[in-house]
Nanobody, 128 residues
């Protein structure tokens, strides 16, 4: 059984930093992609970033480019989302999804995923 778990959320002031973790277990393939999404109250789910453990490539939404950085620890099957220069508009529940690496080109279109595993989400709140 594939399990995905986010952690690291919390309350931070504007300009602060947080590091989210996405730990994956039970995925039978050695490589995968992790997509990060967020959803604020009353807003649609938004793709934030994606990382492929196969290629090592990362992808970012324009809204976070230059502020967020994704990395991984393959030995721990964990992908990290380092969030710097946080703004109040970054406030949301952040989710990660474990995908097959072939889904990387469509990472920002979760409705097109065929095989995906999601975590329960972690709250990030940025105070002004």
């Amino acid at each position: 059984e594939v399990q995905v778990a986010e952690s690291g959320g919390g309350l931070v002031q504007t300009g602060g930093s947080l590091r989210l973790s996405c730990a994956v277990s039970g995925f039978t393939f050695p490589d995968y992609a992790i997509a990060w999404f967020r959803q604020a109250p009353g807003k649609e789910r938004e793709g934030v970033s994606c990382f492929s453990t196969s290629s090592g490539r990362s992808y970012y939404a324009d809204s976070v480019k230059g502020r967020f950085t994704v990395s991984n620890d393959k030995a721990k099957n964990t992908v990290y989302l380092q969030m710097d220069s946080l703004k109040p508009e970054d406030t949301a529940v952040y989710y990660c999804a474990d995908l097959f690496v072939t889904a990387t080109p469509i990472w920002a279109r979760p409705d097109e995923y065929e095989h995906d595993y999601w975590g329960q989400g972690t709250q990030v709140t940025v105070s002004s």
